[in-house]
Every structure is written in C-alpha cells, then in structure tokens.
C-alpha cells in the first residue's frame, strides 16, 4: 500500500487551515469594524451563506464523500483514475454552469427562501445584488475541490489546504483598500469572492498538473463508473442538503430579530476555528487513508488509523470547547468589539459561543465518524441519519424561538450535532470492530475530559483576575494571549502528567501510514 502519513497530513492541513482561519479571523474582525451588525452586514451573511450552502453539495461535500473513496480506490489499484477524474470534472462542471445560470435568474425567490425575514426591508434588495455577485463562486470553488480531492487522495496535501487562504487574502486586501481609498468596502468585499475562487482554482490545477495528474475537461459520457459515482453522491448531497437546512432554519430564525443573524455568524466564526483546524483537517485526510486501507483489507490499521484520528481531534479540541464555554466573553470583546460592534453585541454573540462550544466535540466527531461510512461508498446511512437530525434542529429552533428568541436556533444547532454523532455511532456498530475505538482510546478519553475541566476551572481564574484589563484598549490584546498562554500551559501539563496523551504518541502516528 502506498503509504498516507495520518499526522504530517493532518499538521500540513491543519497548519494552513490555521493560517487560513486567522486571516478569515482578520476578515471577519474587519467585516463587523467596516458593515457592523446591522442591514449591510446581515445582507453579506446571507448572501455569502448561499454559494457557501451549494458549496457543500458540490465541493467538500457531497460530490467529494463519493470522488475522493472511488479516485483513491483507483490510484491504489493501478486503474485509469486520470480519466475518472476527467470524466467527474466535465460532468461536475455541467451541472455547476447550470445551477449557476438557473440560481442567478431566481436570485429573488432564492433569498426569500433562505431569509424570509428581510422581506419589505432594504436587506432584501442588498441581499439579491449581492447574492447575484457572489454565487458564480460556487462554480469555481467546487471545480477546485475535485482538484483538492485528487491531491488529498495521492498524499499532496499542501496546495489544497493553502487554497482557502488566498480567500482570506484577497477578501482582507479589497476591504482595506475601498476604506483606504473611500469606495463602498460592501461592494469590494462581494466582488472580490468569485475572482478569489478563480484563484483558488487556478492553484489547485496547477499543483495537480506538477503532482503529475493532468485532469482535464472531456466530453461528457456516462459509464458505469460515473453512474456509480452519481449513485453514491446522490444520497451524500441529500445529506449535505439536510445539513444546509439546519442552517437555513437558524438562518430563517434569525431574520425575524434584529441583528441576530450578524451575532450568529460572529459566533459560528469563533467556533469554526478549531472545528476547521482539528476536525475537517482530521477528516480529510483520514477519508483516503480508510479508502486505501480497506481496498487492501487492512483492517488493523483502519481500526488504528481511526482511533488515533479521533483521539487526536479530541485532545485538541475538547479544551478549545471548554473555553469557549468557560470565556466567551473576553474572547468576543477582542476579537470584535471595535466600530460598529458594540458591547451588546458581544454579549449576544458571546452567549452563542457558549452554546456552540458545547456543540463543538460533536460537529468534530462527525468528521471522523463519516468517514467510515464514505470509504465503504454508503452513503444512504449518513443521509437517514442526517434527516432525523434535521427534524430535532427544526423543532427546537422553530419552537424554543416563542421562549428563547434568536439563541433558539444555536441550541438547536448544538443539540442536533449531538443527535447526529449518537446516530453515526450506533450504525457503524454494523461495521464490526474496525469501526470501533480501541482501548487506548477508551482509556484516555476520560483523562482528556478530566484535564479540560481542570483547565477550565484555571483559565476562569485567570479570567476574572485580568477582568480590569480587559476594559484597557491598549492592554486587552496581551490580557487575552496571557489567558490564552495559561490555558495551553495548565492544560498540557495536567495531560501529560495523568497521561491522557505523551509526547511519544504523537511520533509513533508517523509509523501508522
């Protein structure tokens, strides 16, 4: 088997995809300075929100839940996975022109399906020129994700993961320059998307070509290859739309209260951050290592790979939750209360922080657990699962909102991660012991949970004794690196020393590739 390095793929994806959300960080700091909570920026999010929901049908999604087992299968078997890959490029792109010419034409109806609330007021109109700017990205972006898939499939890892920071970059570079200079920094920021995702195609393309894959577009044909591509993705992108509308519910929820939609994507931002660095690292790269792993019936180190995966994410992003939960507040106030952000506004934020933070483990656990299930093509049993998850997102968005107001929809959000992960679990059960943790995991969990609480209850100390400077301008920035430099400190000590994890672990990863 050609071997996938588990831990150098996941640091070389992680690493980017932490460069990439700190400048996504910048840009988001500078998106709540610059529009503020409010109309302009509320019509941003739910305009950026739809090539982004497409997106996950599309890209990461869906279409990559079917390519990227079926490529990888091919690559480690010797077959034609070039022409695969040319055939599922031509055919992708087909229909991406098609969604994209249909969705510009309903631009409308397509808002008001996705933010009913913001009809009758000037959100809406901002909502549909923007939307119309923006959604050709979907074109681009999904086209790059094939790419990526390739790359991640034969252990390039780097030109894909570096792909979401020319985003960041670009977006960062338009909004400074239109306030630098006076123009509309709104209009900067919604042109600048699809010439990014040109960008960010033109890069993957051109590491697939070095990396020796030349995938290019080719006359459209059905073959039993691409009718089975189509029959396994068809039930991914239902799942991906389930998940898209557990969004739009909160989305929809939001609508109807001022500002909340601006408040809801300041938050799902703060707590993205370690999902995107740990958990959708972690799972793009353990996705082709199961995918080769059980084309070769190794399925002891398919068990393996996928314990030490999980217990990796979990090591890093179970204490990312806690303090999320523990203190939300200074974290909000830093980050984004300058301009038009207010104090109200990181209150209202910071308490959905809090409430995403308890979902965090599961939204990471889901990108390890559907792996399982993707690199053995079943992709029907992640869609069932979805759909309930769905129904209890809906129910308690819709009606905890008559108690709760905008928060309904991120308890929703965070119980329905919950329910999902429960789902995945029990019907991986049928995979036997391969899908199940083994017992290092088992025995080390707890540690990680023990040495999080810990460090929670300290960083809260620590939080309350440098309350007075965090109401300092000039000093907020070092009170927050001093109470984010306690937590990593108290944390990795306490862990080592009641051994949920050793140093030695993490270099004997590099032998289960």
Not at 493 to 513: E, K, P, V, Y
Request: aromatic share 12%.
């Amino acid at each position: 088997m050609r071997p996938v390095r588990l831990l150098s793929g996941v640091l070389t994806v992680g690493g980017w995809t932490l460069l990439s959300r700190m400048l996504g960080f910048v840009r988001d700091v500078l998106i709540a300075s610059y529009l503020g909570p409010g109309a302009m920026m509320d019509a941003f999010v739910a305009a950026f929100r739809l090539p982004n929901m497409f997106r996950r049908f599309f890209a990461e999604g869906a279409f990559n839940a079917a390519f990227v087992p079926m490529f990888s299968k091919k690559y480690e078997g010797h077959e034609d996975h070039q022409h695969f890959a040319s055939l599922a490029l031509s055919g992708l792109s087909l229909v991406l022109l098609m969604l994209t010419g249909l969705a510009l034409l309903f631009m409308p109806a397509l808002v008001w399906a996705t933010a009913e609330g913001f009809a009758g007021d000037e959100r809406f109109d901002l909502t549909v020129e923007f939307g119309r700017v923006v959604f050709p990205y979907i074109l681009f972006i999904s086209l790059a994700a094939l790419f990526s898939g390739a790359l991640n499939a034969v252990g390039r890892f780097t030109a894909a993961a570096a792909a979401p920071v020319v985003l960041n970059v670009m977006l960062v570079a338009a909004m400074v320059f239109a306030a630098q200079t006076g123009g509309a920094v709104a209009h900067a920021l919604v042109w600048a998307i699809p010439f990014a995702g040109i960008a960010q195609l033109a890069l993957v393309w051109i590491a697939a070509r070095n990396a020796g894959l030349h995938i290019r577009p080719v006359r459209p044909r059905w073959t039993p290859d691409m009718a089975r591509l189509v029959r396994v993705a068809i039930p991914a992108a239902l799942a991906g739309g389930v998940m898209q509308v557990n969004l739009l519910v909160g989305q929809q929820v939001a609508s109807n209260y001022d500002k909340a939609v601006s408040w809801l994507y300041s938050a799902d931002r703060l707590y993205q951050l370690p999902l995107g660095v740990v958990g959708i690292a972690v799972g793009i790269v353990l996705l082709p290592d199961l995918s080769r792993r059980l084309k070769v019936e190794d399925h002891t180190g398919a068990r393996a790979a996928y314990s030490r995966a999980a217990e990796i994410s979990l090591i890093l992003t179970v204490p990312c939750a806690v303090a999320l939960v523990a203190v939300p507040i200074p974290l909000v106030s830093v980050l984004f209360e300058r301009g038009a952000f207010g104090t109200d506004d990181t209150a209202a934020t910071a308490l959905a922080v809090a409430i995403y933070g308890l979902g965090l483990p599961a939204f990471v656990l889901q990108k390890i657990l559907q792996p399982l299930f993707f690199a053995r093509e079943d992709t029907k049993s992640p869609f069932r699962y979805a759909v309930v998850a769905m129904i209890v997102n809906a129910v308690l968005a819709i009606g905890l909102a008559f108690l709760l107001d905008w928060i309904a929809a991120a308890i929703a959000t965070t119980v329905a991660g919950w329910v999902m992960v429960w789902l995945l679990m029990h019907g991986a059960r049928a995979y036997g012991d391969v899908a199940r943790f083994d017992d290092r995991f088992h025995r080390r969990i707890w540690r990680i949970l023990a040495a999080s609480a810990l460090m929670g209850v300290i960083v809260w100390g620590v939080h309350v004794l440098l309350s007075p400077f965090f109401g300092m301008p000039g000093l907020r920035w070092i009170a927050l690196l001093v109470l984010i430099a306690t937590g990593i400190v108290s944390y990795f000590g306490i862990g080592h020393l009641i051994g949920a994890f050793r140093i030695q672990d993490f270099r004997n990863l590099r032998r289960t590739g």
